[in-house]
T-cell receptor
Framework: AQSVTQLGSHVSVSEGALVLLRCNYSSSVPPYLFWYVQYPNQGLQLLLKYTTGATLVKGINGFEAEFKKSETSFHLTKPSAHMSDAAEYFCAVSDLGPSGTYKYIFGTGTRLKVLA | DAGVIQSPRHEVTEMGQEVTLRCKPISGHDYLFWYRQTMMRGLELLIYFNNNVPIDDSGMPEDRFSAKMPNASFSTLKIQPSEPRDSAVYFC????????????????FGPGTRLTVT
């Protein structure tokens, strides 16, 4: 069965510091992986996605993520945090479910706090 | 395009009342998803449609919940009767996907409806 694990429900970083949000997945087939961001009182919006090809994926707002098959990970990083990055971040995986239809599974989210 | 539109943005109702949430997906998208978000359970997929046909409703919590998509530009999620434990933010999302390949596409979320059942 496919699943997504986000380590750390809350992460705090100082402004200008590295942002690292962790995501591990389990999948029976090569997965498609996504990171979404949710700002307060808004819906989720896509940051980046991995489908096939290059394992280092660049997204919006300076974020990037690397697909590591051997580690079953898709961690999100940003070299320098900005106050506007404070939000909740969701990792998602789409994979073939037991019924033969695709499922889109979201992780439980990581709330990022940026300290001045 | 205006994006995914949901109404109302906020709904406060009393236990036992019927609640109807509405969604207008992005024009041209052939998949529509309903999600529920709570602090305790996170983001849960309730049901999704492809070309107005329900494909997977295994996430619908009880028979009190029902969803319809009468045409490509409108969907409703109904709760009857509502209970306090239904209090949550309900999101509608839409995506492209052709025939069975929605999983490779981005989902576009609406702003959500915050439901409070007292």
């Amino acid at each position: 069965a496919q699943s997504v694990t986000q380590l750390g429900s809350h992460v705090s970083v100082s402004e200008g510091a590295l942002v690292l949000l962790r995501c591990n997945y389990s999948s029976s087939v090569p997965p498609y992986l996504f990171w979404y961001v949710q700002y307060p009182n808004q819906g989720l919006q896509l940051l980046l996605k991995y489908t096939t090809g290059a394992t280092l994926v660049k997204g919006i707002n300076g974020f990037e993520a690397e697909f590591k098959k051997s580690e079953t990970s898709f961690h999100l990083t940003k070299p320098s945090a900005h106050m506007s990055d404070a939000a909740e971040y969701f990792c998602a995986v789409s994979d073939l479910g037991p019924s033969g239809t695709y499922k889109y599974i979201f992780g439980t989210g990581t709330r990022l706090k940026v300290l001045a | 395009d205006a994006g995914v539109i949901q109404s109302p943005r906020h709904e406060v109702t009393e236990m036992g009342q019927e609640v109807t949430l509405r969604c207008k997906p992005i024009s041209g998208h052939d998949y529509l998803f309903w999600y529920r978000q709570t602090m305790m359970r996170g983001l849960e997929l309730l049901i999704y449609f492809n070309n107005n046909v329900p494909i997977d409703d295994s996430g619908m919590p009880e028979d009190r919940f029902s969803a319809k998509m009468p045409n490509a530009s409108f969907s409703t999620l109904k709760i009857q009767p509502s209970e306090p434990r239904d209090s949550a933010v309900y999101f509608c999302a839409s995506s492209l996907g052709g025939q069975g390949s929605f999983h490779t596409y981005e989902q576009y979320f609406g702003p959500g409806t915050r439901l409070t059942v007292t």
